[in-house]
């Protein structure tokens, strides 16, 4: 079934990088774009950009400019988001979601901590 | 970046009452509004898109409308598997936006 799984549960210290990686299966990966937000506890939901699986095109929030990557693995219908520089405010459940069937799916979410 | 203002920010309704949240837009969106579901310790669930086009599997309780800035989500009937927190998302440009969220809980 169309589905996205993403990676377990991390816990870095101050300073650190994360890279969460989303799994797709049962569609065309490289046909959909792929989001990333996240969610802080207790908060809303923030957009941190978009990829084209396709080529590999990115766009980014302006607020995580020059800290976030997101890039794909063709081969195994993976994207990744990493983000350099963590500090506590990022501590958060990440998601990726596609446009595969407008804003869906979406993966179960990955806790980032970030706690020294 | 456009500011998505969602109202109320919480409410309390009882089985069978017809409940809506508003969201408006501090920018024209034309029609690209999202409206999502999210229950604690879950992803959120996309409901409806372009404004009033209900996902596949969303009841037909659920229903959107609204245009320019303006937006709207109805429920028509209430139902206790309807609690949890809504959001609106505009897509007319990057940086996507959401709403703050509404808070639904069943009496």
């Known amino acids: 079934q169309v589905q996205l799984v993403q990676s377990g549960a991390e816990v870095k210290k101050p300073g650190a990088s994360v890279k969460v990686s989303c799994k797709a299966s049962g569609y065309n990966f490289i046909s959909y774009y792929m989001h990333w937000l996240r969610q802080a506890p207790g908060q809303g939901l923030e957009w941190m950009g978009v990829?084209?699986?396709?080529?590999?095109?990115?766009t980014y929030a302006q607020k995580f400019q020059g800290r976030v990557t997101m890039t794909r693995d063709t081969s195994t219908t993976t994207v990744y988001m990493e983000l350099t520089s963590l500090r506590s405010e990022d501590t958060a459940i990440y998601y990726c979601?596609?446009?595969?069937?407008?804003?869906?799916?979406w993966g179960q979410g990955t806790l980032v901590t970030v706690s020294s | 970046d456009i500011q998505m203002t969602q109202s109320p920010s919480s409410l309390s309704a009882s089985v069978g009452d017809r409940v809506t949240i508003t969201c408006r837009a501090s920018q024209g969106i034309s029609h690209y509004l999202a409206w999502f579901q999210q229950k604690p310790g879950k992803a959120p669930k996309s409901l409806i898109y372009?404004?009033?086009s209900l996902q596949s599997g969303v009841p037909s309780r659920f229903s959107g409308s609204g245009s320019g800035t303006d937006f709207t989500l109805t429920i028509s009937s209430l139902q206790p598997e309807d609690f949890g927190t809504y959001y609106c998302?505009?897509?007319?440009?990057?940086?996507?936006?959401f709403g703050q969220g509404t808070r639904l809980e069943i009496k």
């Open positions: 990829i084209n699986p396709s080529g590999g095109s990115t």
């Open positions: 372009a404004t009033s």
């Open positions: 998302q505009q897509y007319s440009s990057h940086p996507i936006t």
């Open positions: 979601f596609s446009h595969y069937n407008w804003f869906d799916p």
